[in-house]
């Protein structure tokens, strides 16, 4: 669970641009219980259970890298893995990836020992996925690839606002066992959001002036020209050719039934 008083300066900075906050002054919250536990085992993974949205609850870990151990990816076959919110939504302006939605690892695969699974994996954005939460795993990479048999303790807590299916972002901490932090600590907030998209977190639909288009089985969700003036949009799905020539116009991709409630036709 994310405490009260870190979800008020969540809260704070939610609109703004800044990618990544500290949370109790960047220390974790790991209890005295939890880091005998990293002491003894040294090494485990152990994913929360899903609530009652089948959403993600967080993922607690304990990291080490033995040494003369060779360090391998976990497997990154999840492509059958759908979390909340999640659609395969391309654009050709995200030019790392070309997708707005990545499968985020609560357990970065670079420093997990088990497969992609359904407990471990939320729908995040390209940003958030390479440019926020990558920067954090880095770290405890590095850590243990510099300190071979010093475990790191590692917990990932995803905070869903509500009943929303997309997070809003997800919580991180590490923590050096051996030397009581020393080494590496961290308590931080990384935001799940992307440049000049606006999204509907609650079901994970988008806007933006950045022409889209989906991939798979589409069923509900298209992508939709919308006119913020005249507040019509077209039928027709446009998914290459970007076609807006007014600044009032924009990108939707999601439901039409949400346009026609905010007044669209």
């Known amino acids: 669970m994310i405490k009260k008083e870190d979800i008020v ?16 002054n960047n220390e974790p919250n790991f209890t005295k219980d939890k880091i005998k536990r990293g002491l003894i085992e040294q090494r485990f993974e152990d994913f929360f259970e899903l609530d009652e949205f089948m959403r993600c609850t ?7 890298k033995k040494k003369d151990e060779k360090n391998t990816d976990s497997p990154k076959h999840n492509r059958h893995i759908k979390p909340t919110a999640w659609r395969s939504i391309k654009c050709e302006d995200i030019k790392d990836g070309g997708y707005l939605y990545n499968r985020c690892h609560l357990i970065g695969c670079q420093l997990a020992t088990k497969k992609a699974n359904r407990r471990g994996l939320i729908t995040g954005t390209r940003d958030f996925n390479i440019n926020g939460m990558f920067e954090f795993e880095d770290k405890v990479e590095k850590y243990i690839e ?43 907030f990384v935001y799940n959001r992307q440049p000049q998209f606006t999204i509907d977190y609650k079901t994970g639909e988008v806007y933006s002036d950045s022409c889209m288009s989906l991939e798979g089985k589409l069923k509900s969700w298209n992508v939709y020209l919308c006119d913020r003036d005249t507040k019509r949009f077209r039928i027709k799905p446009y998914t290459s050719v970007c076609n807006i020539k007014r600044a009032s116009e924009m990108y ?14």
């Open 146 to 188: 510099q300190n071979a048999d010093r475990p790191i303790l590692y917990r990932v807590i995803p905070y869903f606002k509500g009943e929303n299916l997309l997070a809003c972002g997800v919580k991180m901490e590490a923590f050096s066992v051996m030397d009581n932090g020393r080494g590496l600590s961290y308590n931080v």
């Open 252 to 265: 939707f991709a999601g439901e039409k039934q949400t346009l026609i409630e905010r007044g669209y036709s």
């Open 58 to 64: 967080g993922a607690f870990a304990c990291i080490i």
């Open 9 to 24: 300066l969540i809260n704070k900075y939610r609109n703004s641009d800044i990618l990544s906050i500290p949370l109790n």
